[in-house]
């Protein structure tokens, strides 16, 4: 596909002065010319276009549906698996473009293309206008775990609770891993990029199908307890502008809607009846919140402590343990790939010592604020589990809510009153 | 906020911290999205992945790690480094004892590099790139006796793009980077 828009690079790159010139070059007498061979690099900015143009399209047509109470939200999934999924096979998406813009945030030689900032910030702007309509079909993985839902089985809240801290635990770890250089955790564990490609690892392929499965008898698993992203829109929607309404009208409280909604982000009415006195609501509140900074010291203490294990996951660290544990050996029999290549390029212990010692630093300093960063996740999510709410009538938890409109239909409030009706 | 001794309502409390929220989320969406439309003005994106071929030790990783089933990691040959000999270190296997195509003598184990003669004692090496599958024993052999111009890289054309490119996980030299639009061959001459 990408090879049809191909621009001609020809020799214009940097001359590298490395041939070892072992036999000159020859001399030839027949008018032998050289063959000139011309390397294409596609020019994907046909295709990079095509593909905000299409989550613009999309956020648009999802918001709108949403603003609206219609239903095409199947449309739309439908035309992101085939288009986001299928047809682009995955990428670029907004979930992996998480370890972009944090790579681009702490390495200056790092330039992030800018189709990566619109798929990073374009999802997160309208979760903050009009809440997450970018999960509701528009991300390929949203849409296909949406299409193959059949039921709404529900989780029990504790387990859904420490489930739902999953994904913040994910996207403080992807960010820890992107901005120390070491790998790209999301694109790496992407369970769904097999389907999309039709191919690839088996523990993954298993891993996206088993999810799948999951996803035909309760809504969204992925979504709701591993994706990182969805974890940062909530934040937005949570407090966003416009919010995800059941209806425009008054909640008369019939509890249709309540068993729609594939994430159990509907809470009941919630009449708060064991009275507790105010003060000690207070005192619970400020327990907890006194909670925080201490689960915020011990969180940052343990990652901190766990920083040289953790930086195991970059390829430099782990090539310093096999060079020294090579140079352990007394007479080693075979050379490690690793280390043959290592000793290849002159590299010397010393060098890689500072190396390790630097990135061990670096996991350091951002596990200190990454392990602060999880024990507030814990301790809000603590609070949040402590507060109770007085609910008059069925209202969307606008951090949960995907936005996938599913409740529209059912709330009679939304039904026009038809010719037939009157009739009756 | 007006400081009543009598209890408010507490929806109006969370009305309040909502629109706290509200302002704080909204501030912070412009000031990401300026700092990093600054960040990414003008920038090409380091998108495209190549192999350094300075670096390269051809440990034979590029054949097995790409994503692709057929890695997008080919061997180029640049011609005019080439010495067009006979006795051809990345063409024939070391210590070959009959200078003829039979399977036994060939270093290429897909049948990939084909040579012509050119005039005498020259010969044109050409590499079939839909036989190739970036195994780099030819350009083990042509580094170690000949003048280098066997060397691997990743074909623009066949490479998917991967965010990150599985091959540079595991490469043992270091030589797989990012690179921008118009550094996307780094090409031997």
């Known amino acids: 596909m990408k090879k049809i828009f191909s621009t001609f690079v020809g020799f214009a790159s940097v001359a590298l002065a490395q041939a070892q010139n072992r036999f000159p070059k020859p001399d030839f007498e027949s008018g032998y010319q050289y063959p000139d061979l011309e390397y294409a690099v596609p020019d994907e900015t046909l295709w990079n276009v095509l593909d905000v143009t299409m989550l613009v399209a999309l956020l648009v047509a999802a918001t709108w549906a949403v603003m609206k109470k219609r239903k095409p939200m199947i449309w739309i999934s439908l035309v992101s698996v085939l288009y986001f999924g299928f047809l682009r096979e995955g990428c670029v998406c907004s979930v992996g473009s998480i370890q972009n813009v944090a790579l681009a945030f702490v390495d200056g030689s790092y330039q992030m293309p800018w189709n990566v900032l619109a798929f990073f910030l374009l999802p997160i702007v309208f979760a903050f206008l009009f809440g997450r309509v970018f999960c509701a079909g528009v991300c390929p993985m949203g849409a296909l775990q949406e299409l193959v839902n059949v039921k709404n089985g529900r989780i029990s809240k504790p387990v859904a609770m420490v489930l739902g801290l999953l994904p913040w635990l994910y996207l403080i770890l992807t960010i820890l891993y992107a901005v120390t250089r070491s790998r790209f955790l999301v694109c790496e564990f992407d369970p769904f990029i097999g389907i999309f490609r039709l191919g690839g690892d088996v523990e993954l392929l298993v891993f996206g199908i088993l999810l799948l499965i999951i996803s035909v008898f309760t809504g969204r698993p ?112 075979t050379i490690p790939l690793e280390v043959e290549g290592f000793y290849m390029r002159n590299g010397t212990l010393d060098e890689l010592t500072v190396v390790k010692d630097s990135i061990v630093a670096e996991y350091r300093t951002y596990g200190t604020w ?3 960063l999880m024990g507030m996740v814990l ?10 709410r007085r609910r008059e009538t069925y209202e969307i938890d606008n951090a949960a809510c995907v936005a996938c409109g599913r409740c529209f239909e059912y709330c009679p409030q939304n039904r026009e009153i038809g010719k037939s009706d009157i009739e009756k | 906020m007006k400081d009543d001794k009598k209890i408010t309502s507490p929806l109006k409390r969370r009305e309040f911290l909502r629109m706290c929220g509200t302002a704080i989320a909204g501030g912070s969406v412009i000031a990401a999205g300026s700092t990093l439309a600054l960040k990414s003005k003008g920038a090409k994106g380091n998108v495209f992945w190549q192999i350094d071929p300075a670096k390269c030790t051809q440990c034979g990783r590029c054949e097995t790690h ?61 590499i079939n790139e839909d036989l190739c599958n970036g195994c780099g024993k030819c350009v083990k052999g042509c580094s170690s006796f000949g003048n280098g111009s066997l060397y691997l890289q990743i074909k623009q054309d066949i490479c998917v793009q991967c965010n990150e490119c599985k091959i540079a996980q595991v490469c043992v030299s270091d030589a797989i980077q990012r690179v921008d639009f118009a550094t996307a061959y780094k090409l031997k001459e």
């Open chain 1, 222 to 333: 992925f979504c709701r307890f591993l994706c990182p992203y969805g974890a940062l829109l909530s934040l937005f929607s949570a407090v966003s502008w416009k919010k995800v309404e059941i209806t425009k009208k008054k909640c008369i409280n019939c509890d249709l809607c309540h068993n729609s909604c594939p994430v159990d982000a509907i809470r009941p009415p919630y009449a708060n009846t064991d009275k507790e006195e105010r003060r000690e609501g207070v005192k619970r509140l400020l327990g907890y919140m006194l909670l925080m900074p201490l689960l915020m010291i011990l969180g940052a203490l343990l990652m901190r402590m766990s920083a040289e294990g953790l930086s195991r996951a970059h390829k430099d660290v782990r090539l310093y343990d096999m060079v020294v544990a090579y140079e352990a050996l007394d007479a080693p029999e």
């Open chain 1, 370 to 372: 990454a392990g602060a």
């Open chain 1, 379 to 388: 301790a809000i999510a603590l609070i949040r589990f402590s507060v109770k």
């Open chain 2, 66 to 126: 790409c994503v692709l089933p057929v890695s997008a990691v080919k061997c180029i040959h640049a011609n005019r480094v080439c010495g067009y000999c006979d006795l051809c270190g990345g063409y024939y296997i070391s210590n070959v004892k009959d200078l003829n195509t039979a399977a036994e003598n060939m270093m290429c184990p897909t049948g990939a590099i084909t040579r012509q003669f050119v005039e005498d004692p020259y010969f044109e090496y050409t």
